[in-house]
């Protein structure tokens, strides 16, 4: 929703918008907002994807749904915020032409969609993995198919944009990057009201509910208490809710910083719409802070995954090791070493097929300056997510 308030960097009052340059002060903050979500956001989701895509292990259907999720941010940070930047510093005029103001303008509802997509499907693979314990887990195929549907409906709610978004010239002079909708039809207000219910509420709605039943079976471990199971299936049924304990975690966080981020975007069009937001002489400052807001959320997500998530944790850990052993390469002449535990048991607790454990782990050694995204290059995993 965010793209309501004309693409982010421009002012979306019904009036005509003059003064739109702010003080110098404002300006070098903006700019540093900027370039740090920029560098953070690629840098960030960059290892996440490639973590994932390189490390085998790594590759479960929350992984792949994570991965997905961060591919949604890094296409915001690569595209969006260059282009608010380009925006920005020509004094909010669009230099980037009408092709590239409707490609930066969809950019933010279809990635914003994928996220909160992404984020269900975490959430309900977590439910299916704890109420269903003993149900296969959702294959690859099953997975690829989920993240089409998602970004399916992703685009199908971005349709209207497509037709409505493009370059403004206003008596001013100046060019924005803005919607037009036709003159005196509740068209608009309509569409961004049901963006708001179909990517913010109803999702989150979802996700709490899901999250507190979930909790319930994990507290009131009915699987134990109505059914006898295997050894074999005790312990896959324990690893199962082991895992959804490590998702939890960073699940709620991402739920929290999707809240939070997202909600300022909601409020201003409510207030802009039935309130007197236009008349406010400050209004320029509100909608700078609703967009600084959106594009955070790319760049804050990453660290929410090594914040809350020890293994993701553990991915950066050893990517800036590396990148600090490419400005010292004596490290890695001088031959220093580093134990790497690896649990020869991680392919079947991936898959989760009811097979005899032995718990086998064996002790190999890498150099410290080595690929970071190798399977098993600087990186103890206990079990996989």
């Known amino acids: 929703m965010s793209m309501r308030t004309k693409n982010g960097s421009l ?37 996440v994807c490639c973590a994932i895509i390189r490390r085998k292990r790594m590759r479960t259907s ?4 994570t991965l997905n999720l961060a591919l949604a941010d890094l296409i915001v940070v690569g595209i969006y915020v260059p282009t608010q930047m380009a925006a920005f510093e020509n004094d909010h ?38 109420a269903h ?25 971005i349709l209207p944009l ?11 002079g100046q060019l924005y990057c803005s919607e037009i909708w036709p003159e005196n039809t509740p068209y608009e207000q309509i569409y961004w009201i049901s963006i708001f219910v179909i990517q913010y509420i109803i999702p989150l709605i979802i996700i709490a509910a899901l999250s507190v039943i979930t909790a319930n079976k994990l507290k009131q471990n009915d699987f134990f208490k109505k059914r006898r199971f295997s050894q074999v299936e005790t312990m896959a049924v324990r690893q199962r809710m082991k895992q959804s304990t490590k998702i939890a975690n960073m699940l709620v966080g991402l739920v929290l910083l999707y809240s939070v981020c997202m909600l300022p975007q909601h ?15 400050y209004k320029m400052y509100i909608f700078r802070l609703s967009n600084v807001f959106t594009m955070a959320n790319c760049a804050l997500n990453p660290i929410v995954y090594g914040t809350l998530n020890k293994d993701f944790g553990q991915v950066f850990r050893n990517f800036f090791a590396h990148l600090k052993c490419q400005h010292h390469p004596s490290n890695d002449s001088q031959g220093e070493q580093l134990s790497v535990i690896i649990d020869k048991e991680m392919e079947s607790a991936t898959s989760f097929r009811p097979t005899k454990s032995k718990y086998l782990s064996t002790t190999t050694t890498k150099k410290l300056c080595g690929e970071p995204f190798k399977d098993g290059s600087h990186i103890e995993i206990e079990d996989p997510i």
């Open 11 to 47: 002012l979306n009052n019904q009036s005509h918008p003059v003064g739109l340059v702010e003080p110098p002060p404002l300006r070098w903050s903006l700019r540093l907002i900027y370039i740090a979500v920029f560098l953070i956001g690629i840098v960030g989701n960059f290892v």
């Open 133 to 157: 314990p003993l149900r296969p887990r959702l294959t690859l195929k099953n997975v690829k198919i989920i993240i089409a549907v998602i970004w399916i409906v992703s685009f199908l709610l």
């Open 93 to 130: 005029n669009w230099p980037l032409g009408n092709f590239m103001c409707q490609v930066a303008y969809d950019i933010i509802p279809l990635c914003l969609s994928s996220s909160i997509g992404s984020l269900l499907a975490i959430s309900c693979d977590r439910y299916r993995a704890i």
């Open 62 to 65: 929350n992984n792949l749904f």
């Open 267 to 281: 409020i201003i069009y409510f207030w802009m719409t039935y309130g007197n937001l236009n008349y406010l002489s």
């Open 162 to 172: 497509l037709f409505v978004a493009g370059t403004d010239r206003y008596p001013n």
